[in-house]
């Protein structure tokens, strides 16, 4: 094996020179000396390591291509930071290492591959550092906000000598000023994290770094149509294209598959080099507005198409983007001072407020919602009015009927006298929605049909879902069942004759408790069910936590054990979202009855234990309990292989590291956790460490259910 390092040169014509150099090749009268290199290697056994040849990448691709074909035994190992793109080339791409999970313990420096770095370089930076737990916290959030990075990591850790980890990550807010004093024994190049990317930009042609710089206004992953929507400027599609695809050959671009979406990332540090570029050029406030803009459409057009078959993949779009999305409020909120207000934030705003139902972000929809409103105080229009309904709603839904009261109050001082049917719909389904989370059932039935009219009248579908569903709760509320019925099934076929998912689950809901109540058990089961169901496939805490806690009571009296597990698997789910189980204060006397009839049962002690494994659940875990598909603990199914791959899978490893440990293939590996997210009822690999983690507490923790009193 011979290894060359090409940084000692930047000529290409200087390449063959030190490659003959290394392999100890004369230069012999009268002949070229890449023919004797040539003729040197053609018989020979030989590995070649070109170390960093990205800057001479061309030359390197013909000279190997050039040997290769004449030498059968000789193999090329090339390091670059893309690819040669020759005959017969295979790539491996080496990624960043792997950075901690957040919120998760490191468990020691050999439980991460990035922090066990650190702790190294720091070890030798300052004799006697140790990784403690009181640094580990800080060390890990190091080395996820530098990307998992080597040579960020090791300038950081090279800084341990004059501050703490503590004291580093307060500084990593300018990483490139912090992250100057590496080995004077590395290339130059190496020695501070600013030439270390400078040199990667210098490699780059002016439009890559144009586009380089462009990419740096998203946050998190972003996909093909942003890019082309938001970045194109002075450039032609397919050279955007070309550019684009040449990023990510240079690994400036991490490009990232899920199922049928490409969508592509700048690691954080790159981000940052970027934006700095950015921030010195004139495009830096024209790319901003444009960004906001465009994500401002997105979340329209997601509302404009909410009742339809697309409902899911909309809702997986605006998931992936939220950090684009919460770039572009913020940069609405900033811009204010230098924009006079207009309904185009709010209306942007507003339209996520579905999205937000849909995935139990209550509050923060409130935050966005507040903000906006506060920006725009001084305006009167019907977008204002929406916002501040539908903020309303957002706020009675965490039990804050005072706040909602206030802000449908402003919503009809803004409106004043107005004969706007749209304004008079929206103030009346908000005053509706009120009085049924206070307990005013006749105002909630009256109110709602009037916005139920009007909405029909100017052909507002979404709003008309929601209303049939609240005046279904209205009626179902007043005793009248019938007439809730009527009510919900409307809403169900509308939704779905459309393919929708949210509201149809809601619809179901209401359909369930209204069954149990007439007494038709079966059919109140199946419907809520399939609620939970529905919310499975959204990852939907908000309604998942009413429709267990209906099952609980329907079971409460036979089987008050898994009836108590439901409960407390509802509770903490209904925690996490800020709402409760009981989404109407009449309910309580259901979950009030149930609570005392379990209690009784089981006994105070026994009660509490299957409460608690039921709120240790998570989410996935307690939907296929309730579900049937599973028993307390899910990995009783698993086979002890299974097990031993999903307790490494939480910690963190790839299905390399795991099949190493194992002694298996890879492929193994990954065959196992097919098989581990199928049995646990999950949907990615990601959600084997939730589900897994209460599990093992429960092994350890659990006491058998008894009877005492």
Sequence with gaps: ?????????????????????????????????????????????????????????????????????????????????????IGGEA????????VPVPGRQVAGPGGNDAVALFAERAGSAQPGFQLTAQNESAVAQICSRLDGLPLAIELAAARIRVMSPEQILERLTN??????????????????????????????????????????????????????????GDLQPDELLDSLSSLVDKSILLREETDTVVRFRLLETVREYGRQKLDQ?????????????WYQQLALAAEAGW??????????????????????????????????????????????????????????????????????????????????????VLAELQGDLATGRSLIEQARVTAGPRPDPAIHAEIAHAEGISALFGGDFDTARSRLEVALELFESIGALRPKVEGLLQLGWAHAF?????????????????????????????????????????????????????????????????????????LAWIVCESDSSRASVMMGAAEALGRTVGS?????????VHHEACERHTR???????????????????????????????????????????????????????????????????????GHVKHIIAKLGLTSRTQIASAMSPVNEMRTSARPLSHDA
């Excluded at 070229?32 to 691709?61: G, K, Q």
């Excluded at 009527?486 to 369930?512: N, Q």
């Excluded at 409760?580 to 309580?588: E, G």
């Excluded at 790839?654 to 293939?665: A, P, R, W, Y």
């Design 600 to 670: 009784a049962a089981l006994g105070r002690h026994a009660f509490e234990t299957a409460h608690d494994k039921g709120a240790k659940l998570g989410f996935h875990a307690s939907i296929a309990y309730a579900l049937g598909e599973t028993d307390v603990d899910p990995t009783t199914t698993m086979t002890r292989r299974e097990r031993q791959v999903a307790e490494l899978v939480a910690t963190g490893r790839t299905d390399k590291e795991i099949g190493e440990l194992l002694t298996i293939s890879p492929h193994t590996v990954h």
């Design 478 to 550: 007043r005793g009248d069942t019938e007439q809730a019925l009527i009510s919900h099934e409307k809403a169900l076929a509308i939704t779905e004759s459309r393919g929708e998912s949210v509201y149809r689950s809601y619809a179901l809901w209401g359909t369930g408790v209204a069954h149990w109540q007439q007494g038709n058990e079966e059919t109140a089961v199946r419907n809520l069910r399939q609620c939970l169901r529905l919310a499975r496939l959204r990852d939907d805490p908000l309604m998942a936590a009413p429709s267990m806690e209906a």
């Design 1 to 85: 094996m011979w290894l060359v390092e090409l940084d000692e040169i930047n000529d290409d014509s200087l390449l063959v020179q030190l490659v003959s150099s290394t392999l100890g090749v004369r230069e012999q009268p009268a002949r070229p000396l890449r023919e004797v290199l040539t003729d040197f290697v053609a018989s020979r056994s030989l590995l070649l390591v070109l170390d960093n040849c990205e800057h001479l990448v061309s030359a390197v691709a013909e000279l190997a291509e050039s040997l290769l074909r004449r030498s059968p035994r000789l193999r090329i190992l090339t390091t670059s930071r893309e690819a040669l793109s």
């Design 307 to 392: 009742i339809s078959d697309r409902q899911l993949d909309w809702i997986s779009r605006l998931e992936r983007e939220q950090p684009n999305l919460r770039e572009a409020l913020s940069s609405t909120e900033n811009e204010s001072a230098l924009e006079p207000p207009d309904d185009a934030a709010l209306r942007a705003t507003t339209a996520l407020f579905p999205f937000w139902l849909s995935r139990g972000l209550l509050s923060e929809g409130r935050y966005w919602l507040d903000r906006m409103l506060a920006r725009d105080s001084r305006q009167e229009t019907i977008a204002r009015i929406t916002a501040l309904c539908a903020d309303s």
């Design 580 to 588: 409760s189980t009981v989404l109407f204060p009449n309910l309580l």
């Design 91 to 98: 790539t491996l791409r080496v990624a960043p290492l792997a």
């Design 281 to 293: 050029s004139e495009s830096y406030t024209e790319l901003r507005r444009k960004h906001r803009d």
């Design 175 to 232: 990483r490139f000023t912090l992250l100057t004093r590496g080995s004077r024994a590395a290339p130059s190049r190496q020695q501070t994290l600013r030439w270390s990317i400078d040199w990667s930009y210098e490699l780059c042609s002016a439009v890559e770094q144009r586009l380089w710089e462009r990419l740096s206004v998203f946050a998190g992953g972003f996909e093909l149509d942003a890019v082309e929507g938001i970045c194109d």
